[in-house]
């Protein structure tokens, strides 16, 4: 299941250049955690930016953070995957997730809705962006 959620992801939000190389870590055990480490430094040659909104240090706080997300669709149960360990392929409520990753700065998504919607947290603050995939 992780890995399909990752592909998901993976194919919606990242940029046509850097695709494949992330898909083919994933997709292989011992390579994976190359794509964990490349989630540290997520930037505009990763993320697609037709998908991403930025938070802003106003509204980078895990209520917001979780509202936002909800007035996109998200469901109480997400799937995160992280360059945390103690974080990494764990399903949790959209609000503790949101409380775990906020701040840690280690590379982590929340998929709220694989391919559709997901919140992103970079090493460096602020780097945190919603991801939502609209229909073209």
């Known amino acids: 299941m992780s890995s399909d959620i990752e592909r998901r992801f993976v194919e919606a939000f990242v940029t046509a250049p850097k695709r494949q190389r992330l898909l083919d870590f994933f997709a292989s055990p011992k390579a994976r955690w190359k794509a964990l480490l490349e989630l540290q430094h997520f930037n505009g040659d990763i993320i697609d930016a037709r998908w991403a909104e930025p938070v802003t240090r106003a509204e980078s706080t895990p209520e917001s953070i979780s509202q936002r997300?909800?007035?996109k669709g998200a469901p109480d149960d997400c799937y995160i995957f992280s360059n945390a360990p103690s974080l990494d392929r764990r399903s949790m409520l959209l609000a503790d997730?949101?409380?775990?990753?906020h701040?840690?700065?280690?590379?982590?998504?929340?998929?709220?809705i694989p391919g559709a919607l997901a919140f992103f947290e970079g090493e460096l603050f602020?780097?945190?962006h919603i991801l939502?995939?609209?229909?073209?």
């Open 69 to 71: 997300l909800r007035q």
């Open 97 to 101: 997730a949101i409380q775990a990753v």
């Open 103 to 112: 701040g840690v700065g280690c590379g982590t998504v929340i998929s709220c």
């Open 126 to 128: 602020p780097d945190e």
């Open 132 to 136: 939502h995939r609209t229909k073209t």
